[in-house]
């Protein structure tokens, strides 16, 4: 089907969307042309936006907006705990469960020899430096329960448990 190029335009970066394929980039383009002005340019402002304001914390590497995110600057979390994730989503996951209520540390990632990613592409040595710096007398290794997330897990033990600090395996 020929569209005008503005749509085709649209639709192509639709389609990039994770999980969007043509039939659903046709809807939602479709649906972005009959709505109003206003309602697309919230839709565009708000992507801007999350992507002019939005960072990395600097202690734990979730997403923020401050310095540092809000699980980091609550008073209301336990320091002495870390949870390790790979990506920032996963916590989103753990805090859904409202069960956890130390602090996170997030890898970027996992080990994967076969894709070339080693100990130095993820944020290894700022977990070790944090460990080092911080109070923490427990680390809880929560990386995803495939081959690439054992490894990491694996990995991590060896490095943490000399230093006399509890490891556990969530699964
Ligand atoms: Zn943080």
């Not at 085709?8 to 009959?34: C, F, T």
Request: aromatic share 4%; charged share 25%.
């Amino acid at each position: 089907m020929q569209s005008a190029p503005a749509i085709q335009k649209l639709l192509d970066e639709l389609e990039r969307l994770p999980g969007v394929g043509p039939k659903s980039a046709q809807r939602m383009a479709y649906w972005i042309l009959n709505s109003d002005r206003a309602t697309a340019l919230r839709l565009a402002q708000a992507i801007v936006e999350v992507k002019d304001t939005v960072h990395f914390c600097s202690r734990c590497f979730n997403y923020a907006e401050d310095e540092l995110c809000e699980i980091c600057a609550s008073s209301r979390r336990d320091p002495s705990a870390i949870c390790v994730v790979s990506e920032p989503r996963d916590i989103a996951a753990i805090e859904r469960t409202a069960a956890y209520s130390g602090v996170y540390h997030v890898l970027g990632g996992a080990l994967s020899p076969m894709e070339g990613i080693g100990p130095d592409d993820l944020r290894i040595s700022e977990l070790m430096a944090r460990l080092a710096s911080e109070d923490v007398t427990e680390v809880l290794l929560a990386t995803n329960p495939n081959v690439e997330g054992e490894t990491t897990a694996a990995y991590l033990a060896r490095l943490i448990k000399p230093l006399g600090i509890k490891v556990t395996r969530l699964a």
